[in-house]
């Protein structure tokens, strides 16, 4: 890979409320999908694309988490660094929250992703990263087709590649934000650089604000997706693998 290394965080600190029973004694993104847990889907993906480096966000059991990886002999080579929010602020920080507190560990761009969608085909590259270092946008964000749970979508994109905020009413067509995306670091300055004080923020306000001054591009990503947000998604996941 040529230039700086690039990192990558995976949000893993969330309760699971909705995916209990089984969150109740394993954190989601250990929950397994084809027989292997969810989180490593991601990690042996960034891995392909060459993206070893990644930070990890914690909160509910997340010291599984982190004995998963250091499980010997298991996986790629990764050099892995926590984000424990549960032990420094006695649980999960929220998304924005959860990334502002981490920003010292990450570089000026850095990918992100939610630990606990699904999305087995995504190539992380460094022509995505390159592409996006060479302009000036604050994020880029990769859209999916409305899931059946989330049929209004979340965000627009224009002809020209920006993700738009539109209003709730509006005809232009919405999709599903991925939660996989590129992220410049200035990103969140309306932040504390590192949120000592353990401040609660989501980030989709965040996002809304940035698109509204076009400081967001987006594109759309045709591949299998699904939030593994219910234990029926997840049955219906495992089911589809021992029909094929």
């Known amino acids: 890979m040529s230039g700086p290394a690039i990192k990558a965080m995976i949000m893993a600190a969330g309760r699971g409320e909705r995916m209990r029973p089984l969150t109740d004694s394993t954190p989601k993104p250990l929950l397994k999908v084809r027989g292997k847990p969810l989180i490593d889907w991601h990690a042996e993906a960034l891995a392909r694309g060459g993206f070893t480096d990644l930070v990890i ?16 002999g298991r996986g790629p080579q990764l050099s892995i660094t926590y984000s424990h929010e549960g032990v420094d602020f006695g649980g999960a920080l929220e998304t924005a929250g959860g990334i502002a507190r981490a920003l010292p560990l990450l570089g000026e761009v850095f990918w992100l992703l939610a630990g606990d969608v699904f ?14 270092t060479a302009g000036d946008r604050l994020a880029h964000l990769w859209l999916v087709p409305n899931p059946p749970h ?13 993700a738009l905020n539109l209003p709730k009413d509006s005809a232009e067509p919405k999709f599903t934000y991925s939660t996989i995306g590129l992220y410049r ?11 000592p004080q ?41 089911q589809a693998s021992t029909t094929h």
Do not use: C
Request: aromatic share 12%.
């Open 198 to 238: 353990g401040l609660k923020a989501p980030l989709a306000p965040l996002l809304r604000a940035a698109m509204d001054n076009g400081q967001v591009s987006a594109q759309l990503y045709p591949g299998p997706w699904t939030d593994v947000g219910t234990p029926a998604r997840l049955d219906e996941l495992n």
């Open 57 to 72: 966000n914690t909160a509910w059991l997340g010291e599984q988490i982190e004995s998963h990886f250091n499980q010997p």
């Open 150 to 162: 989330n049929p209004k979508g979340d965000f627009g994109l224009g002809a020209d590649g920006l």
């Open 119 to 132: 999305v087995p085909g995504f190539e992380f590259t460094r022509a995505a990263v390159d592409r996006f």
């Open 185 to 195: 670091r200035e990103f969140f300055d309306t932040m504390p650089f590192g949120n």
